[in-house]
């Protein structure tokens, strides 16, 4: 458990017991308005209304902030389930709608020590109280409709589970903290034992991967008869994202160079989410790849789409890195 040091120390800290309902623990852009309890201080006061919230009409903050992610528990409370992910995508409820923020994101399920009673009011009063500190606001907070959750899918949903909490039971609060370089979201839930935490920085994916030219995809197919490739897409989708043009194009080069190479399009997923779906998703994705060749003219003959999911991993899914790497399309000397 991380403890608070002056202004908050490593930032924001927050205070807890008393009540609410129960909780559950566990890769851009929504209130229905549910009244809550009125709350004091600028996280309330300050919210912008309804209709379409833009973190740019936050007031910009620039108390000192400690490490991500900012919040620390007081005693009587710890963080369980905790999972930290360098870049990652997750759901936070604003205006009646999820918006998808990406970025650094730390998710946990908030329970209390040995006879520590949980009070979800207490522990919401004290994070808005340093969101407000900080010059942070309250964007929404209401109940979700389930078939809202549902409309996430499995994959979004499985993935976000260990910062979700309960929301099928428990009313959401969404918080924005507004600053020159970039801009924290939280999320809050809580029912009468635990609660979920998340806490989101916006940020740039560092793109540390880099296009293979045909002839370097020659000599490693040549070499160890396989290569991956950097193609990405949607999120928990088979579309192929536009940044991915320059790398199938060097597949087209590398194909119509040697008119008798045939090729097998492996698509390959980390363990994140059901064996079964992912299997199904990597499937989808090496075909994408096929039909954006097929359309430039590759005859349908030289290639073979394949779909290995979870399978076949080249890393270890322990970490963000691994899982990283494990997300892959590979080409395959037929």
Same mark, same amino acid.
């Given at each position: 458990?991380?403890? +608070? ?10 205070? &807890? ?13 929504? =209130? ?8 004091? $201080?600028? *996280?309330?006061?300050? /919210? ?8 740019? #009409?936050?007031?910009? +903050? +620039? /108390?000192?902030? $400690? ?40 998710? +946990?399920?908030?329970? !209390? ?29 209401? &109940?979700?409709?389930? =078939? ?10 499985? =993935? #976000? ?29 809580? $029912? ?5 935490? #998340?806490?989101?920085? #916006? ?5 540390? /991967?880099?296009?293979? !030219? *045909? ?20 999120? =928990? ?37 059901? /064996? ?59």
């Amino acid at each position: 458990m991380w403890r +608070s040091v002056g202004i908050v120390a490593a930032v924001l800290a927050l205070a &807890a017991c008393g009540a609410g309902d129960e909780g559950r623990t566990p890769e851009a852009r929504g =209130d229905a308005a549910s009244p809550a309890a009125p709350t004091e $201080g600028a *996280a309330a006061a300050k /919210a912008p209304s309804a209709g379409g919230f833009d973190p740019a #009409t936050a007031p910009l +903050s +620039s /108390a000192p902030l $400690g490490a991500f992610p900012y919040f620390s528990l007081p005693d009587g409370y710890v963080r369980t389930g905790e999972e930290t992910h360098d870049f990652f995508a997750f759901p936070f409820w604003v205006e009646g709608a999820f918006r998808t923020v990406e970025g650094r994101v730390h998710m +946990s399920m908030i329970e !209390p020590e040995d006879d520590k009673r949980f009070s979800r009011l207490e522990l919401q009063r004290n994070i808005e109280a340093v969101i407000d500190r900080v010059g942070g606001v309250k964007v929404s907070q209401s &109940a979700v409709p389930g =078939d809202a959750i549902n409309a996430l899918g499995d994959r979004m949903i499985s =993935d #976000t589970t260990a910062g979700t909490g309960d929301i099928y039971n428990n009313e959401v609060a969404t918080y924005v903290i507004r600053r020159a370089d970039k801009t924290i979201w939280v999320h809050f839930d809580a $029912g009468s034992s635990t609660g979920g935490l #998340t806490v989101a920085e #916006t940020a740039p994916l560092a793109i540390t /991967a880099g296009l293979l !030219p *045909a002839e370097q995809l020659r000599r490693e197919l040549e070499a160890d008869g396989r290569v991956a490739i950097q193609v990405n897409f949607a999120v =928990d989708k088979a579309d192929i994202l536009p940044d991915s043009r320059p790398q199938i194009d060097a597949v087209l080069a590398l194909l119509r160079g040697d008119d008798a190479l045939r090729l097998g399009v492996e698509g390959h997923t980390d363990n994140t989410g059901t /064996a079964a779906h992912n299997r199904t998703l990597s499937d989808a994705r090496a075909r994408s790849v096929v039909a954006a060749l097929t359309a430039a003219g590759i005859a349908g003959s030289r290639l073979e789409p394949r779909g290995f999911g979870p399978d076949r991993p080249v890393a270890d899914n322990a970490t963000e890195a691994g899982r990283a790497r494990n997300r892959r399309v590979e080409l395959v000397k037929l």
